[in-house]
């Protein structure tokens, strides 16, 4: 059977559009009377998990743990519902999926299937993550997912900013943090809590679900959970997420606990804690979460009707997501969607820069962890990241570059970006630096399609766009600050401020 004819002739049409649409009539034939209220939409008695659990799925697909980045004669493997996140030899592990039969289907039937579910409402494909189900958890039951219908995030054309501050035309910004929990994180949060999910119903020893965080992952975490009933654990560094990050767990009912330590501790405690106990882990050293992130990267190439950028921007801290982001990439080229991959740049804070400083030095010398500083960009406020090896191997794999940015590069380039209809988050700011490094120094240049990822939302981070606009940063000029001007309410005086407002805007037009 050709691809062409399998997806149309027997797997993805929705069950229910083969249905008549006796339930969804709005007018009764009987009673036309004008004043009748509308009758209720009625989708029928079945709900879209009903629907789904008779759609017939693709057969003989399968994914399992390897050793990350495995010697070609190592055997080592496991089932995805073994609990398990290291390898024998203590290094990574990565969810490997069988190429062989997802190359039964030629590149055209992926982007076809993959198009052919955007937009819909269908259980689970309306999920950014979840329709790419095949080449994420081949094997989950549909009604184990749990899914917010994450994914899907808009691809931002940066027109003002790319034309007026880069020369550019072809900039997109990736909208990451346009999402369920505000931040990328959702997109590997569904299919860890969904695994979670299959195997409590397994009856396998999972009490719960843990994580140390920054803030963006224990949001996730703690809302997959709760819409699945699951109990969930998580480790924050006191004093350094914001409160709109702190009240997400809370107000989902996670137990929080507040630890008087930075990320990397918290990191160290919760790697102990679910050794002991029965408690799932949540964090990117589980691969599995890596599965959900990597789909943002053929979504990419999905809103660019499979057309590969040049370059691909992504802040980086844990380094989970730079690797998710080249394995989404290489598997569209590996199964025959796109011919090439993108090269990918990090970006890191300068105060939490680990992995520049590995690149800085040519990879070569052991890397060293160090401990990181405050910074804006707090979420990536990490020293001693758990995919460090992941990270490294995607940027060799992809001729890929590490740039860093200054507490004032970021904030400014967050600035500069809000001021032309952004709101982004200083982690975005970190990107955008690099990005605007990159093309003072010629690498990247003006008519290069440049994506940067945005992972975070700017709501998230309020409270260091007010002290930026107030100006209240030590040694910090904050140039592009645009704080409220306190005018008293009468008419005279708000007629001084704006002609004196309008004289200046005229003089800079
Ligand atoms: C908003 C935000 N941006 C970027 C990152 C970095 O992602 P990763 O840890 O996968 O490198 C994180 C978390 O670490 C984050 O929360
Ligand atoms: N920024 C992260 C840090 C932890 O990263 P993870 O991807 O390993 O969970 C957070 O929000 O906690």
Redesign the pocket.
Same mark, same amino acid.
């Given at each position: 059977m050709s691809s062409f004819s399998l997806l149309h002739s027997t797997t993805y049409f929705p069950s229910h559009s083969s249905k008549p649409h006796s339930t969804v009539r709005c007018t009764s034939p009987t009673t036309p009377s004008p004043a009748a209220p509308p009758q209720k939409h009625h989708r029928s008695a079945e709900n879209i998990r009903d629907e789904a659990r008779r759609r017939p799925q693709l057969q003989n697909l399968s994914a399992r743990y390897v050793p990350f980045d495995a010697p070609p004669f190592s055997t080592e493997s496991y089932s995805l519902d073994e609990i398990v996140y290291r390898s024998q030899s203590g290094g990574l592990l990565d969810v490997q999926h069988d190429f062989a039969a997802l190359k039964r289907y030629d590149g055209a039937f992926w982007r076809n299937l993959f198009d052919s579910r955007v937009g819909k409402t269908t259980w689970p494909y309306g999920s950014g993550v979840w329709s790419k189900k095949e080449w994420v958890l081949p094997e989950i039951d549909d009604d184990d997912i749990v899914s917010a219908f994450e994914g899907n995030s808009n691809l931002f054309w940066a027109e003002r900013f790319g034309k007026q501050y880069l020369q550019m035309n072809d900039l997109w910004v990736k909208h990451c943090g346009i999402s369920h929990t505000g931040s990328f994180?959702d997109l590997g949060m569904t299919v860890l809590v969904s695994q979670v999910n299959r195997l409590r119903k397994m009856n396998k020893p999972v009490v719960g679900v843990g994580? #140390? /965080? $920054?803030?963006? $992952? /224990?949001a996730a975490l703690s809302a997959y959970c709760a819409a699945a009933g699951i109990p969930s654990i998580v480790f924050l560094p006191a004093d350094k997420i914001s409160t709109a990050q702190l009240v997400q767990p809370i107000a989902n009912g996670a137990f929080v606990l507040s630890l008087d330590t930075d990320?990397d501790g918290c990191m160290h405690l919760i790697r102990e804690v679910t050794a002991e106990l029965p408690i799932y882990l949540a @964090? /990117?050293?589980n691969s599995l979460?890596l599965e959900g992130q990597k789909t943002a990267a053929i979504e990419i190439l999905q809103q660019f009707n499979w057309e590969v950028p040049d370059w691909v921007i992504v802040p980086g801290? @844990?380094l989970?997501n730079i690797y998710a982001f080249y394995k989404g990439f290489h598997m569209c080229k590996e199964l025959g969607l796109v011919d090439r991959i993108p090269r990918l740049v990090c970006a890191q804070a300068a105060n939490a820069n680990p992995l520049y400083l590995h690149y800085k030095s040519g990879f070569d010398q052991d890397f060293n962890p160090m401990k990181a500083d405050t910074t804006f960009a707090s #979420?990536?406020q990490?020293g001693d990241p758990?995919s460090i090896d992941r990270a490294v191997y995607a940027l060799k794999k992809s001729n890929g570059i590490v740039e860093e940015a200054t507490e004032e590069e970021l904030m400014d380039a967050t600035a500069l970006a809000d001021s032309t209809g952004m709101f982004i988050c200083p982690h975005t700011g970190v990107a955008l630096t690099a990005l605007m490094k990159l093309r003072e120094s010629g690498v990247i240049e003006a008519n290069d399609r440049t994506v940067v990822v945005s992972t975070a939302h700017g709501l998230k981070f309020t409270q260091s766009k007010i002290e930026y606009h107030s100006k209240s940063i030590q040694e910090m000029a904050c140039k592009l600050a645009n704080p409220p001007v306190m005018v008293k309410a009468e008419f005279g005086s708000v007629m001084d401020v704006l002609k004196e407002y309008l004289k200046n805007n005229e003089s800079k037009c």
């Open positions: 994180k994580c #140390a /965080s $920054t803030g963006d $992952t /224990s990320f @964090n /990117s050293l979460r801290g @844990n989970g #979420a990536i990490i758990v």
